[in-house]
């Protein structure tokens, strides 16, 4: 059975940075495309970061909203793929998601990269204070 749990959300001020995690279970990490979403209340979905490969090498995607400020990294040993976020705004407050799909070359280069994959975690939440 697939399992993602995410972990490392929590309140910080605004320019500040956290790390949330994903643990992976249930299959072979190296083998799956991997990201990240995250739901704002009253806001719609948006895909934050993603890494799959295309002819035969990573590719990892970032929106223009996050990037320079959050990263994609993972750990094949552990099984975890990280989200770095810096200089955190209020406008990152929301609940994010890990997701992964057993397609490695699935798509990971549009912010709803997300909607095709098969599994998502349970979220983990995010606040940023102004």
């Known amino acids: 059975e697939v399992q993602l749990v995410e972990s490392g959300g929590g309140l910080v001020q605004a320019g500040g940075s956290l790390r949330l995690s994903c643990a992976a279970s249930?299959?072979?990490?190296?083998?799956?495309?991997i990201g990240w979403f995250r739901q704002a209340p009253g806001k719609e979905r948006e895909g934050v970061s993603c890494t799959s490969r295309r002819d035969g090498a990573r590719i990892i995607y970032y929106p223009d909203s996050v990037k320079g400020r959050f990263a994609i990294s993972t750990d094949n040993d552990k099984k975890t793929v990280y989200l770095q976020m810096t200089n955190l705004k209020p406008e990152d407050t929301a609940v994010y998601y890990c997701?992964?799909?057993?397609?490695?070359?699935?798509?990971?280069?549009?912010?709803?990269?997300?909607?095709?994959?098969?599994?998502w975690g349970q979220g983990t939440q995010v606040t940023v204070s102004s």
């Open positions: 997701v992964a799909d057993p397609d490695p070359y699935t798509i990971c280069d549009d912010p709803n990269f997300y909607i095709t994959y098969d599994y």
């Open positions: 249930g299959f072979t990490f190296g083998d799956y495309a």
